[in-house]
């Protein structure tokens, strides 16, 4: 365990925030409601910094979240809380609640402008509205970019107008009372109204704009303080509903048997009649992927998805492998412009291999399909374009569709497509009754989305001490887009055959993408090759391999020119909050101190969504780490120590940034040390947890700081994924260090197979019969 981790110093910037007016509404209701204004405070206007000559990138003009903000902005007006008289303050939040903790960011936004307490907010799940048109999209860690001033406006509205009714009430100015936990104080009577008798009297008959002022950051005594999760408790007891925790009257369990290969599709079904015969099974249907089983356990659904004897076509990736997919994506390679012969220059290539983005939580959702409506519940990240292709695929009006947004299990990207709910929706229409369906964990590793392979070209040339140019060629496996900006239009121009889904990529990877350090004439192009797996985000999308090559050859760079690691990135930084992070790992995690042969410091830094993040590890490449004994496991070298430091602008919750940067950090060791899909004969070998080796407890580090940088101003910077990328090249960088050999490859025991594969058919594997012996 980590023995020391949180150092959060506390409203450290003297500027903090400006007051500021905005506009939002009340809306017509029998108890107080508000909405939001438009507005485009979150926008901020940022200027590349560059010191030395360097062009900027689009990137640093517009990032991917600014475009992101931009597009939600128009309905933001649309979001809106109410006032029980209970005295909570309710929102629906336009955002998928995947374990990343964005209730309770918005709780404590809510709470700090009403001033109550945090207790007094109830955060759900906003179920598919398609009126929030650009809106309803949880990705890109842009959630708390669009949402930071829309929110507060909404809480800000409703306290004036709470107060207004306050001082109507006690017949006193405003000017003379106070709020303190969500009861209003008149000092100079001492009499008290609570906000929950104060909600039916502060409703309105007709819609009415109303002009608010924001907190001061200087008043903030919620934002920037750390809080636990509001669901914490209900997690760790087991309260918190989940998909498949659901009652649904009717829905009973529901698996799929699956294709040995990816998207191979049903021939014929040789012994329909005896599975349909089986103990429990109420019913089994043919669909699109596979053959649906529907019974009355999920134990009876396994027996029943083993017993099937199907006859399959071809998949569509049947010959591919490891060796086949990286040889057309190095053919597919983009040339560089530069010449690498009039100057003196760093020519290196490195491979990535498919990455699962399996989450805690199967692909899984619950439906109930009749003829004249339709109802589903999962955890959905584009809750709109799921609903919106739910209705054409069962042949009904948007209208009668209800997609109910369930808190998810964990996404890392996979939640972005609807694929349980759309396959649920399927095979209920098909039987005419409700279904809870589950992928076996085998389904979610081999026919779940991956993270594509990809391979990195990249040429940095260099003269006088000074870097001239640095030119990076991306190429990757088709990431898949086609959900678009999470409705119906987008995601149609996504699919289009020609552009549709390249042009998003090209899009995601122009405004993610840009190089920190002034390196002369600077560009970073992707290729993209479509060849059929199912693909997907995962955190962080192209950064982490993009930014682990580049770090890699930074180092490389600073070992040519004969400067220190450190003392090279900060000198070529563009940015001066760039060099305080970096200057505070490297004074916090003891840069350059002396280590045991085997042994090596790894630095590792990257900027997005209008944040920053730096990541110190240490190595232990010895013989007597790497080659200790593990069972059923791959071992290899252990991270001893991490350091991080990270400014993601405003820290609204220091002790949810810390967990992200703890979830980013074994990541990146799992990127950089141990985990990817092996693909033979077209399909993932993987079929468990077991054997995808994820960075376990005998990998992570022993010692964890974190450092989260003082507020400065009022950017407010995404945090959800940054980190991802900064310690996937801060650990390749440290083996680097320590092995006296850059890897090329990752993860770097990738070539070691490191379990027995399960068998394609049945799909569904028997259950594991050793469970007794390794029980306490």
Same mark, same amino acid.
Not at 10 to 24: I, N, S, T, W
Not at 267 to 292: E, R, W
Not at 328 to 341: E, N, Q, R, S, Y
Not at 568 to 584: P, S, T, Y
């Given at each position: 365990?980590?023995?020391?981790?949180?150092? =959060?110093?506390?409203h450290?910037?003297?500027?903090?925030?400006r007051?500021?007016?905005v506009?939002?509404y009340?809306?017509?209701?029998?108890?107080?409601v508000?909405?939001?204004?438009?507005?485009?405070?979150?926008?901020?206007?940022?200027?590349?910094?560059?010191a030395?000559?360097?062009?900027?990138q689009?990137?640093?003009?517009l990032?991917?979240g600014?475009?992101?903000?931009?597009?939600?902005?128009?309905?933001?007006?649309?979001?809106?809380?109410h006032?029980?008289e209970?005295?909570v303050?309710?929102?629906?939040?336009?955002?998928?609640?995947?374990?990343?903790?964005i209730?309770?960011?918005?709780?404590?936004?809510?709470a700090?402008e009403l001033?109550?307490?945090?207790?007094?907010?109830?955060?759900?799940?906003?179920?598919?509205?398609? $009126?929030?048109?650009?809106?309803q999209?949880?990705?890109?860690?842009?959630?708390v970019?669009?949402?930071?001033?829309?929110?507060r406006?909404?809480?800000?509205?409703a306290?004036?107008?709470?107060?207004a009714?306050a001082a109507?009430?006690?017949?006193?100015p405003?000017?003379e009372l106070?709020?303190k936990?969500?009861v209003?104080?008149?000092r100079?009577s001492?009499?008290?109204?609570?906000y929950g008798?104060?909600?039916?009297?502060?409703?309105?008959q007709k819609?009415q704009?109303?002009?608010v002022?924001?907190?001061d950051?200087?008043?903030f005594?919620i934002v920037g303080?750390?809080?636990?999760?509001?669901d914490? =408790?209900d997690i760790?007891?087991?309260?918190?509903?989940?998909t498949?925790?659901l009652?649904v009257?009717g829905?009973?369990?529901?698996m799929?048997?699956?294709?040995?290969t990816i998207?191979?599709?049903?021939?014929?079904?040789?012994?329909?009649?005896?599975?349909?015969?089986?103990p429990?099974v109420?019913?089994?249907?043919t669909i699109?992927?596979?053959?649906a089983?529907?019974?009355?356990?999920f134990s009876?659904?396994?027996?029943?998805?083993r017993?099937l004897?199907v006859?399959w076509?071809a998949?569509?990736v049947?010959?591919?492998s490891d060796?086949?997919v990286l040889q057309?994506?190095?053919?597919?390679? +983009?040339?560089?412009?530069v010449?690498?012969l009039?100057?003196?220059?760093?020519d290196?290539?490195?491979?990535?291999?498919?990455?699962s983005?399996s989450?805690?939580?199967?692909?899984?959702?619950i439906a109930d399909v009749?003829?004249?409506?339709?109802?589903?519940?999962?955890g +959905?990240?584009?809750p709109?374009?799921v609903?919106?292709?739910?209705?054409?695929?069962?042949?009904l009006p948007v209208?009668?569709?209800k997609? =109910?947004v369930?808190?998810?299990g964990?996404?890392?990207?996979?939640?972005?497509?609807?694929?349980?709910?759309? $396959?649920?929706a399927e095979i209920s229409?098909k039987?005419?009754?409700?279904?809870?369906?589950?992928w =076996?964990r085998?389904?979610?590793?081999r026919?779940?989305?991956?993270?594509?392979?990809?391979?990195?070209?990249?040429?940095?040339?260099?003269?006088?001490?000074?870097v001239?140019?640095?030119?990076?060629r991306?190429?990757s496996?088709?990431?898949?887009f086609t959900h678009g900006?999470? &409705?119906?239009?987008?995601?149609?121009?996504?699919?289009l055959?020609?552009?549709?889904?390249? @042009?998003?990529a090209?899009t995601v990877f122009?405004?993610?993408? !840009?190089?920190?350090?002034?390196f002369?004439v600077t560009?970073?192009l992707?290729n993209?090759?479509?060849?059929?797996?199912?693909?997907?985000?995962?955190?962080?999308?192209?950064s982490?391999?993009v930014?682990?090559?580049r770090?890699?050859?930074?180092?490389?760079?600073?070992?040519k020119?004969?400067?220190?690691?450190v003392?090279f990135?900060?000198?070529?930084?563009?940015? !001066?909050?760039f060099r305080a992070?970096?200057d505070?790992?490297a004074? $916090?995690?003891?840069?350059?101190r002396k280590?045991?042969?085997?042994?090596a410091q790894?630095?590792?830094?990257h900027?997005?969504?209008a944040?920053?993040?730096?990541m110190?590890? &240490?190595?232990?490449?010895?013989?007597e780490t790497v080659?200790r004994p593990?069972r059923?496991?791959?071992?290899?070298?252990?991270?001893?120590?991490?350091?991080?430091a990270?400014?993601a602008?405003?820290?609204?919750?220091?002790?949810g940034?810390d967990?992200?940067?703890?979830?980013?950090?074994?990541?990146?060791?799992?990127?950089?040390?141990?985990?990817?899909?092996?693909?033979?004969?077209?399909l993932?070998?993987?079929?468990?947890?077991?054997?995808?080796?994820?960075?376990?407890?005998?990998?992570?580090?022993p010692?964890?700081?974190? *450092?989260v940088?003082?507020?400065?101003?009022?950017?407010?910077?995404?945090?959800?994924? +940054?980190?991802?990328?900064?310690a996937f090249?801060?650990?390749?960088?440290?083996y680097a260090r320590?092995?006296?050999t850059?890897?090329?490859? *990752?993860?770097?025991?990738? @070539?070691?197979?490191?379990f027995?594969p399960l068998?394609?058919?049945?799909?569904i594997?028997a259950s594991?019969?050793?469970?007794?012996?390794?029980?306490f």
């Amino acid at each position: 365990m980590a023995d020391d981790r949180r150092h =959060h110093p506390q409203h450290a910037d003297p500027a903090g925030l400006r007051r500021r007016k905005v506009l939002g509404y009340l809306v017509a209701a029998p108890t107080l409601v508000v909405a939001a204004g438009i507005g485009t405070e979150t926008i901020v206007n940022r200027q590349a910094e560059a010191a030395i000559p360097s062009p900027p990138q689009p990137a640093e003009l517009l990032d991917l979240g600014d475009a992101l903000t931009l597009a939600a902005t128009p309905t933001s007006g649309l979001i809106s809380m109410h006032m029980s008289e209970d005295g909570v303050a309710n929102f629906e939040v336009p955002r998928a609640e995947v374990g990343q903790g964005i209730c309770t960011t918005m709780a404590m936004l809510i709470a700090e402008e009403l001033d109550m307490p945090l207790s007094k907010v109830n955060c759900t799940p906003a179920p598919a509205r398609p $009126e929030l048109l650009f809106n309803q999209l949880t990705g890109g860690s842009n959630s708390v970019r669009s949402l930071y001033t829309p929110v507060r406006t909404m809480a800000a509205v409703a306290k004036a107008q709470l107060m207004a009714t306050a001082a109507k009430k006690l017949g006193v100015p405003t000017s003379e009372l106070t709020v303190k936990a969500g009861v209003v104080h008149h000092r100079k009577s001492g009499r008290t109204v609570s906000y929950g008798k104060l909600s039916a009297a502060a409703a309105v008959q007709k819609n009415q704009k109303m002009s608010v002022q924001l907190k001061d950051a200087s008043e903030f005594t919620i934002v920037g303080t750390p809080q636990n999760r509001i669901d914490a =408790h209900d997690i760790v007891t087991g309260k918190k509903t989940f998909t498949m925790d659901l009652q649904v009257p009717g829905a009973l369990p529901t698996m799929v048997c699956r294709p040995p290969t990816i998207s191979a599709k049903v021939k014929s079904v040789q012994n329909l009649a005896k599975v349909k015969a089986m103990p429990g099974v109420t019913d089994v249907v043919t669909i699109s992927t596979g053959v649906a089983v529907r019974a009355k356990t999920f134990s009876h659904c396994i027996d029943a998805v083993r017993a099937l004897k199907v006859t399959w076509t071809a998949g569509v990736v049947d010959g591919e492998s490891d060796a086949t997919v990286l040889q057309k994506l190095k053919d597919a390679t +983009l040339p560089m412009t530069v010449p690498g012969l009039l100057v003196k220059h760093i020519d290196a290539e490195f491979s990535f291999p498919f990455n699962s983005n399996s989450a805690l939580e199967t692909n899984c959702a619950i439906a109930d399909v009749r003829p004249d409506r339709a109802e589903i519940w999962s955890g +959905l990240k584009t809750p709109i374009d799921v609903h919106e292709e739910i209705a054409a695929k069962v042949g009904l009006p948007v209208t009668a569709v209800k997609t =109910h947004v369930m808190h998810g299990g964990g996404s890392n990207g996979r939640k972005l497509f609807g694929d349980a709910a759309l $396959e649920a929706a399927e095979i209920s229409k098909k039987i005419g009754k409700p279904v809870k369906l589950m992928w =076996h964990r085998t389904d979610d590793f081999r026919h779940g989305r991956t993270h594509p392979m990809s391979f990195s070209r990249i040429r940095a040339t260099y003269a006088a001490g000074n870097v001239v140019s640095y030119e990076q060629r991306h190429t990757s496996v088709r990431t898949d887009f086609t959900h678009g900006l999470g &409705e119906a239009l987008t995601a149609t121009a996504a699919k289009l055959p020609v552009g549709g889904n390249l @042009s998003f990529a090209q899009t995601v990877f122009m405004l993610s993408q !840009a190089v920190p350090y002034n390196f002369g004439v600077t560009t970073q192009l992707l290729n993209e090759v479509d060849l059929g797996f199912h693909t997907g985000s995962m955190r962080n999308v192209y950064s982490p391999n993009v930014t682990t090559a580049r770090e890699l050859v930074v180092d490389q760079l600073a070992a040519k020119l004969g400067k220190d690691a450190v003392a090279f990135r900060r000198e070529f930084m563009k940015k !001066a909050e760039f060099r305080a992070v970096l200057d505070k790992v490297a004074s $916090e995690g003891d840069w350059g101190r002396k280590l045991p042969a085997g042994m090596a410091q790894g630095i590792g830094f990257h900027s997005e969504y209008a944040s920053c993040v730096a990541m110190l590890v &240490e190595i232990d490449c010895r013989p007597e780490t790497v080659n200790r004994p593990i069972r059923d496991g791959v071992t290899g070298p252990r991270i001893t120590r991490a350091t991080i430091a990270v400014d993601a602008g405003i820290p609204i919750n220091p002790r949810g940034l810390d967990a992200q940067m703890m979830g980013c950090l074994n990541d990146g060791i799992a990127h950089a040390l141990t985990s990817s899909l092996h693909i033979k004969d077209g399909l993932p070998l993987e079929g468990s947890w077991d054997h995808y080796f994820y960075t376990r407890q005998w990998n992570t580090p022993p010692k964890m700081k974190i *450092f989260v940088m003082p507020r400065r101003g009022d950017r407010i910077g995404g945090a959800g994924e +940054l980190g991802v990328s900064a310690a996937f090249a801060a650990v390749a960088c440290a083996y680097a260090r320590a092995t006296g050999t850059m890897p090329t490859t *990752f993860p770097i025991n990738h @070539s070691k197979l490191g379990f027995e594969p399960l068998p394609r058919v049945p799909s569904i594997p028997a259950s594991p019969t050793d469970g007794l012996d390794h029980a306490f």
